[in-house]
């Protein structure tokens, strides 16, 4: 038996939509083992807490039986991260042209870290490209109907926020 691939699809996931799932399912095919990893990551100003993320994600992926898929928060630099957890690769989703830009500098700054992991692109499928957790808050924040982004689930966490921050906001 041959060394394990361990793979790291990292994002802030607030909230996970289709779009991480659908990545999520297709990358967990790839490797023997994939680490979500959760990123703290406070300089976005998430909506909800890391502890709330981990838990979302677990939550959603727990409909992959048989998956060997992990969910962790991680704090420090990605590339310490994946070499804590011993990954191979680092998986990201591409949504659109825009995602490249910002991914290739990411994937030289990574390279230059790391040359021993590599970063593989899963394009986002068709029905999932337009979608992003920005644009999930923002449709919710107005009033929207979320329901085709999300897991019911996470539209019924996603808009509970929303009315509390909501309330909160009006004192």
């Known amino acids: ?41 406070a300089g976005k ?16 992926v727990k409909r992959l039986d048989g998956k060997n898929i992990d969910v962790c928060p991680f704090d420090n630099l990605l590339m310490h991260y994946a070499m804590e957890i011993g990954a191979a690769m680092i998986v990201r989703g591409l949504r659109a042209v825009s995602d490249f830009e910002y991914e290739f500098q990411m994937v030289g ?15 986002a499928s068709d029905n999932h490209q337009f979608i992003s957790s920005r644009l999930v808050k923002e449709i919710a924040m107005l009033h929207g109907d979320i329901r085709s982004f999300v897991s019911p689930r996470v539209a019924e966490l996603l808009l509970s926020r929303v009315r509390k921050v909501s309330a909160d906001a009006l004192g």
């Not at 998430?46 to 979302?56: D, G, H, I, Q, T």
């Open 109 to 123: 700054m990574n390279a230059r870290l790391n040359p021993d992991i590599e970063t593989v692109f899963l394009m």
């Open 1 to 41: 038996m041959g060394v394990e691939r361990v793979g790291l699809y990292p994002g802030t996931f607030d909230p996970i939509h289709k779009g991480h799932y659908d990545i999520i399912t297709r990358a967990a095919k790839l490797v023997d083992r994939l680490v979500i990893g959760v990123a703290v990551n």
């Open 45 to 60: 100003s998430p909506l909800f807490s890391y502890e709330e993320r981990v838990a979302m994600v677990k939550d959603e």
